[in-house]
């Protein structure tokens, strides 16, 4: 499964859409993916993929550790982190944006975040079903119809998530996700899925 970001600087009066030229300088935050692991929520930033998989780390290969079907990949506790100059971090999309899944596979996630509430806490992963992750984010979904993320201070897991956020450096809510799969799943790898966060600059 592949990662994706985009980040956007405002410029005056609104925002530079995708795949025009800015007519600002670029963005000068810095992004990084990351992924939590094990009983101590263990960090680890630039993480380029996040494959679903039968264990709970972010560096096995996938090939090494394959799920069987009727059962579901570990679940993947993944954040963004902010860093650089920027004044504001905001507006925050989450969506898996390319990758039809085949017959019994059903990618479950984190619903979009409407209050401080709605983040989830971190749990060690696992391959039980996931009770948090209510969204159903299988199909594919433009970026511009994404599910909404919030930004936080101090981690991904903490209080105080908010719809913008100027503090430096600052992360995502947990943007958790699992693979779920059914008897009738087929052998072998499933289509690559890219999941695309989009957030505006300034």
């Not at 394959?66 to 860093?83: L, Q, R, T, V, Y």
């Amino acid at each position: 499964m592949h990662l994706s970001n985009s980040g956007y600087k405002r410029q005056f009066p609104g925002m530079c859409p995708k795949g025009w030229e800015p007519l600002v300088a670029p963005c000068a935050a810095t992004f990084q993916w990351g992924e939590a692991n094990g009983a101590g929520e263990t960090l680890t930033l630039d993480r380029g993929e996040a494959n679903w998989k039968n264990i709970d780390d972010s560096t096995t290969a996938y090939s090494s550790s394959p799920i069987a079907a009727a059962a579901n990949s570990f679940s993947k506790w993944m954040f963004g982190k902010f860093s650089g100059t920027f004044n504001q971090i905001s507006a925050g999309l989450f969506s898996h944006t390319a990758g039809a899944m085949g017959t019994g596979l059903t990618i479950k996630g984190q619903p979009a975040m409407t209050a401080d509430g709605d983040r989830l806490a971190y749990s060690t992963p696992g391959t039980g079903a996931l009770a948090g992750l209510s969204f159903d984010q299988t199909a594919v979904v433009a970026i511009g119809s994404g599910r909404a993320v919030w930004f936080g201070a101090t981690g991904p897991a903490s209080a105080g998530k908010a719809a913008a956020m100027v503090t430096n450096p600052c992360f995502t809510n947990y943007l958790t996700h699992q693979l779920q799969t059914t008897g009738s799943a087929g052998a072998g790898d499933t289509a690559t899925a890219t999941l695309t966060l989009r957030y505006d600059e300034n």
